[in-house]
């Protein structure tokens, strides 16, 4: 009954219990904006307990034409996991300016299938190209939500 009478005093924590409670573990890593097409190899996007669980590279491709507004793309990701589960990776490509200013956010959640070794995971952009134009810095952001 406490329960009841605390969920009806605070409706909102209903929904946030379960947001909150899936987060496991997050992580992030920094690189420099690639060039479309090259393989960047990426470090700390890593999920460890019994197992493993983690995203190992990132690729740019872009699907627009190089003078394009907006600019279309797609980042492939790269993700293994050594346990015998499912584990769930909400991928987030964070585009920052030189000053360091967060510019746009991109993102996508992946299933990341039992014993899997370099599964692909894209997460899609569609950026203005002055957007686009001034990100010098990528984070991106795993939140393993298991």
Do not use: C
Not at 110 to 123: K, S, W
Not at 131 to 140: G, L, Q, T
Request: hydrophobic residues 50%; without cysteine.
């Amino acid at each position: 009954m406490k329960n009841a009478s605390l969920l009806s005093r605070f409706p909102a924590l209903a929904l946030a219990a379960p947001v909150f409670a899936s987060l496991m573990l997050h992580t992030e890593t920094t690189i420099p904006t690639p060039a479309p097409g090259e393989k960047v190899e990426l470090a700390g996007l890593v999920y460890k307990a019994r197992f493993e669980a983690k995203v190992t590279s990132v690729r740019l491709v872009v699907k627009s034409a190089a003078d394009a507004d907006p600019v279309v793309a797609d980042w492939i990701f790269s993700g293994s996991n050594s346990d015998g589960q499912v584990h769930r990776v909400d991928l987030q490509v964070r585009l920052f300016d030189e000053h360091g200013k967060q510019l746009e956010v991109f993102e996508a959640r992946h299933p990341l299938a039992p014993g899997a070794r370099e599964q692909t995971l894209a997460v899609p952009m569609k950026a203005k190209a002055a957007v686009w134009a001034a990100a010098k810095k990528i984070r991106i952001w795993a939140n393993w939500i298991t």
